[in-house]
């Protein structure tokens, strides 16, 4: 290989439209739902992460939450109606001036409203102005949820350019549980900072395909107490998950060991050990559009583990763990058949040593486990695990040019392999 190796040499990819010298600014619309109050918190993730925003909250928001709150929030003063600030013209200013707005929570009521092309108060009339993108996060109960004019609401505003992720599973208002939560601040602000970065980067080209992910790290017992495992955190494939669902996929993700809250839409399976998440992955591939192994799959486990804790005996010394091979489930998931995945991606944590750099253990890999995508990341001085950030490059199978994912946020990264992946799904089918 000759060259620089792009995963040595990194650069940095702003939230901020390309070319700006300014801090993005994002228009935050409150709808009137009791979700509200946690909307505050996805002000406050903006502001932190350097957006300029302005509250745009409807008349019935402010009786959940306070001008007062928006605006200490904010920075910014806080109105509801096309009358106020009419010199300005603030109903048209605050639509043509954003980079993004953010709808959260989106009422069935704000759906409808918006879907139609009201413009009864200054919310709606934003919206109509805006040419930015615009990102909804609906809350509300289930039977509104599922409602016929809902959904078909969702999918004329869909139809438009308009993200709208779907709502999470959980406890709603008083006692009852189903789809109709808001996502959580830090799901819709990954999103929104996604499309700050990439305006394009949710399209709906993975509608109506079934994409299985795996995420985290396997454990694998040595007693009770103890396990062999690794540093995955899960937010790589987590991020590839909420990705693929905001771009219209039906998402199984199987989550090894994972500590954060179910992207919005998805459907999680949680395990815990190698042979576990085989079992899982082999269930939920069969005949799917997609798979990504993204999990950090642990290599060996012992041969026993302990039905009691192991003890440290003086004199006796370390006790010797026998180790067996764990199976290779990529390449179990690749190999031909009438229930193969269309495409399967890996993932190959290298790192380089005096025989070879990442990118060539990458594509030996690749080679040896029979997938369509391979995705390298580097994984030393601190990288890819445990951070919010990664860089890699997609190798494909079919000598296509490898792919530089430059160092960023991993939605990021999760949006290029979904815009590698969305292609190879609508092209004609492979021969069996």
């Known amino acids: 290989m000759s060259g620089p190796d792009p995963l040595v040499h990194e650069s940095v990819t702003s939230t901020q439209p390309a070319g700006a010298d300014r801090r993005p600014r994002v228009v935050v619309g409150v709808g009137g739902g009791i979700a509200a109050y946690k909307v505050g918190g996805l002000v406050r993730l903006f502001t932190e992460h350097g957006a300029d925003v ?68 200054l919310l709606t009339s934003t919206l ?9 996060a609906p809350a509300m ?19 438009r350019g308009v993200v ?16 109709g939560r808001l996502p959580e601040v830090e799901h819709i602000h990954a999103a929104a900072a996604l499309l700050l970065a990439r305006p394009a980067a949710l399209p709906p080209d993975l509608a109506g395909r079934r994409v299985v992910i795996s995420a985290g790290g396997t454990r694998e017992p040595l007693d009770p107490v103890r396990f062999l495992g690794n540093r995955s955190s899960g937010r790589q494939g987590y991020a590839l998950a909420l990705v693929a669902a905001a ?10 060991n994972v500590s954060l809250a179910p ?76 229930d193969r995945p269309r495409v399967v991606v890996g993932f190959a ?15 030996d890999k690749l080679a040896r486990k029979g997938c369509d995508l391979l995705v390298v990341n ?27 994912i430059p160092f960023g946020p991993k939605t990021v990264l999760a949006a290029a392999v979904c815009d590698v992946l969305a292609p190879r799904l609508s092209g004609p089918e492979p021969p069996t």
């Open 54 to 121: 302005t509250v745009v909250p409807t008349a019935a928001a402010l009786r959940f939450v306070g001008a007062a709150t928006w605006e200490a929030l904010s920075g910014h003063p806080v109105s509801t109606d096309v009358f106020t600030d009419i010199p300005h013209v603030k109903h048209v200013a605050a639509g043509q001036q954003a980079d993004l707005v953010v709808i959260a929570p989106a009422t069935a009521d704000l759906l409808a409203r918006a879907a139609t092309g009201r413009a009864d108060d």
């Open 128 to 136: 109509l102005v805006t040419r930015a993108p615009v990102l909804m």
């Open 141 to 159: 109960h289930t039977e509104m949820w599922t409602h016929p004019a809902t959904q078909a609401n969702v999918a004329t505003l869909r139809a």
């Open 164 to 179: 709208v992720l779907d709502p999470a599973v959980g406890r709603l208002t008083g006692a009852d549980t189903g789809p």
């Open 247 to 256: 771009r219209g996929a039906a998402v199984t993700l199987v989550s090894a």
């Open 263 to 338: 992207p919005p839409g998805v459907r999680v399976v949680e395990v815990t050990d190698a042979r576990a998440l085989q079992a899982a992955m082999v269930e939920h591939a069969a005949g799917a559009d997609a798979v990504v192994m993204a999990a950090a799959v642990a290599d060996f486990r012992p041969v026993h583990a302990g039905p009691t804790k192991i003890k440290k005996r003086a004199g006796q010394g370390p006790p010797a763990i026998e180790l067996v091979e764990n199976p290779d489930i990529l390449a179990g998931l690749s190999r031909p058949g009438p």
């Open 349 to 363: 944590a290298e790192t380089g040593d005096a025989h070879g750099t990442p990118l060539d253990y990458g594509r």
């Open 378 to 404: 580097r994984v030393d001085d601190g990288r890819a695990f445990e951070v919010a950030d990664n860089a890699g490059v997609i190798l494909a199978a079919d000598g296509s040019a490898p792919v530089e």
